[in-house]
């Protein structure tokens, strides 16, 4: 299979990156619209496969996209980045026009392709994709969930003074510092609930941390962070080329599930070959409902940007 990368910036290389490394393909492109980026990060990372022993063919191309065609996965992080202080719903004016351009030009030569959408504010970009695309809504595909539960589970670890792995925590709703819902009453440690551990007070600042985890990230660096996204996207295209069926919380068109249509926002989704296979319905409670469809009116209301595009 082919997998094309679009933006070669910090997410989009760590994309890549990953996807060689695990070997989800014969083939990966990387595109930008930056003259030469994608050939030479193409270039520094095939010259790590003789160090990591991995032989997936890694090309670059400079928005020439016929280097794309008959791609399986496209996954697009082209766009601008925030900046300190910034939310992610700023990045609209600039990304929507980048991410309807990429969609467009993507579909010509991959028409079959499943779309990962990266770039920011995700939710919104995801529903753009799905507007200017007219494919079927299981191939496209809004990653943000699965990097803010990984986020969850780092603070939860600190907390709880245990290993990641061993936790099991989703974060639904929008991917936004405000719309996005910890769920911390569906958290477990090894199948025990975190309450059995954790004060409510405890609890209360890990959901919170974990909202701004995307903002404390990109005060510290100057831009937004890559390496947690990068290997998130990579997760995600894993689940699909190797039809893995994870469940992994993911910004998908809804048609009445969880109470809400005609938006993409993030819940809990079936991945594998076919894209986005079945939402699993996690019985939300009175409190989580509220919380998630405020989240909805949140991302509701950006959607309203795109009538003007
Ligand atoms: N959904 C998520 O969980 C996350 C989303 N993001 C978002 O991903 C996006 C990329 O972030 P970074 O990689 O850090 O930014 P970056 O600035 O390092 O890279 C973006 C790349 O996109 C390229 N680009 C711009 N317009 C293009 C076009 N029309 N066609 C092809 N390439 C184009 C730029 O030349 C640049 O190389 C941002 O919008 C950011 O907010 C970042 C982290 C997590
Ligand atoms: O925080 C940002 O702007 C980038 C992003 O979506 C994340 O890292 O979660």
């Not at 004016?93 to 920011?120: C, F, M, R, Y």
């Not at 510290?220 to 996204?229: F, Q």
């Amino acid at each position: 299979m082919k997998i094309t990368v679009v933006g070669a910036g910090a997410v989009g290389a760590t994309v890549a990156d990953n996807i060689a490394r695990k070997e989800l393909c014969e083939e990966l492109v990387l595109l930008d619209i930056k003259e030469g980026l994608a050939e030479g990060k193409a270039l520094d990372m095939t010259q790590t496969a003789a160090l990591l022993g991995f032989d997936t063919r890694i090309t670059g191309s400079t928005n020439d996209y016929s280097k794309t065609a008959g791609s399986g996965v496209v996954v697009i992080t082209s766009g601008i980045p925030r900046k300190p202080g910034m939310t992610r719903e700023e990045l609209i004016g600039t990304n929507a026009n980048i991410v309807k351009g990429v969609t467009e030009n993507i579909l010509k030569h991959s028409p079959d392709a499943i779309i990962i959408v990266i770039s920011n504010p995700m939710d919104t970009m995801t529903m753009l994709a799905l507007q200017s695309s007219g494919i079927p809504k299981n191939r496209i595909i809004g990653m943000g969930g699965i990097l803010d539960s990984a986020r969850f589970k780092c603070y939860l670890s600190a907390a709880l003074g245990c290993s990641p792995n061993d936790l099991n925590a989703t974060v639904i709703g929008g991917h936004g510092d405000t719309t996005m819902i910890p769920l911390i009453r569906y958290a477990t440690w090894n199948s025990v609930p975190v309450s059995t551990f954790l004060s409510e007070e405890q609890q209360q600042k890990v959901v919170s941390d974990t909202m701004v985890g995307g903002a404390t990230l990109t005060k510290l660096i100057g831009t937004s962070a890559w390496y947690a996204p990068g290997a998130a996207g990579a997760a995600l295209v894993e689940s699909i080329v190797r039809d893995e069926k994870r469940l992994f919380s993911c910004c998908v068109s809804l048609e009445g599930e969880y109470g809400q249509s005609d938006i993409c926002l993030g819940v809990p989704v079936i991945i594998g070959k076919n894209g986005w296979e079945r939402i699993v319905d996690y019985k939300l409670d009175e409190n989580e409902q509220a919380l998630f469809n405020k989240s909805a009116d949140a991302v509701r209301s950006m959607n309203d940007v795109l009538k003007t595009l």
